[in-house]
């Protein structure tokens, strides 16, 4: 009996640790790895790679203000503001998994700053300067887009229009807080290459790093519930923007293998009176505006223009 009992606490303990080593690779964010202005090897094989790394040099070295405020359950929140024309909204950034804001805003942000609008690019939680050490796939960074709200308009005031913007994690981030009861000064959200839901793009990496999700997934969600503290499953971007009362713009490449752009499609049909979709061809993941730069900036500034 002892012998069991020894014996089912190894095999336990081996769970755990396996489990954990699930979590750690998922989830969990060291605050470390490549700087900030550093691209990834992804991006500097793509064909637009010298443009890219020279508007992260030159957002790198735009003067900022660096500003903090606390989320719902006591994190420091980080971000770069940018101070633009006094009359001109407020543009709220967030990027990408395990990304910053200076090489995922390198472009769009750039291009905002340039237009004289007030910009905050955001250090999701677990990244950079903000504060926690567990990416949630948008189920707890949709309540930091409430915390950078009340931040705005305690600092703006709530006359100050605000548009909300997100690429990739911060797509489904910002898709996933369009559900949540809003301010009256949110004008406008837009979402580049949003995942429909969590499960989903997660299984589908794990399709994609030849794993089976089907195996890989409830233990990959058993693991957030245990070290992350979180239930991944809890919401998907495309059941929340079925609430939204919001304008919602959605941006994807054609060609955008990492978050597929069916995910979009599915976003956008669920709540077709609110939610415009426009794809680029041949556009890979979070590089439509590199791919046709004029078309996003005009998409921008139009949808900025018809819900001001």
């Known amino acids: 009996m002892l012998i069991a009992i020894i014996i089912l606490a190894i095999l336990l303990i081996g769970f755990l640790i396996g489990l954990f080593a699930v979590y750690h690779k998922t989830f969990y964010s060291p605050h470390k790895g490549v700087s900030e202005t550093e691209s990834p090897d992804m991006l500097t094989r793509h064909p637009y790679r010298d443009t890219s790394l020279r508007q992260v040099d030159r957002l790198s070295k735009t003067p900022c203000e660096f500003v903090a405020t606390k989320s719902f359950d006591g994190l420091k929140l980080s971000a770069r503001y940018y101070a633009g024309q006094p009359d001109k909204p407020l543009c709220i950034c967030f990027h990408g998994y395990r990304g910053s804001a200076i090489r995922d805003f390198s472009g769009c942000g750039l291009f905002l700053i340039d237009e004289g609008y007030n910009v905050l690019l955001v250090d999701e939680r677990a990244h950079w300067r903000s504060g926690g050490h567990t990416i949630t796939f948008g189920i707890r960074e949709r309540y930091d887009v409430l915390s950078w709200l009340s931040y705005a308009n305690g600092r703006f005031g709530k006359e100050t229009p605000i548009y909300v913007f997100g690429v990739s994690l911060g797509g489904g981030t910002v898709t996933m807080a369009s559900g949540l009861d809003l301010p009256d000064n949110v004008k406008g959200i837009v979402a580049d290459c949003p995942f429909n839901s969590p499960k989903a ?50 941006i994807h490449g054609e060609a955008d293998d990492f978050v597929p752009t069916y995910m979009s499609r599915e976003i956008q049909s669920a709540n077709p009176a609110m939610i415009e979709l426009h794809t680029f061809p041949d556009a890979d993941h979070g590089l439509s505006y590199l791919y046709d730069t004029e078309r996003y900036q005009t998409l921008v500034k139009d949808f900025i223009r018809r819900t001001l």
């Open 201 to 250: 793009i997660i299984k589908h990496v794990c399709g994609k790093i030849n794993l089976n999700p089907d195996l890989c997934w409830p233990l990959i969600w058993l693991s957030a519930l245990i070290f992350g503290h979180f239930n991944i499953s809890k919401t998907t971007a495309a059941d929340e923007v079925k609430k939204t009362s919001k304008p919602l713009m959605v």
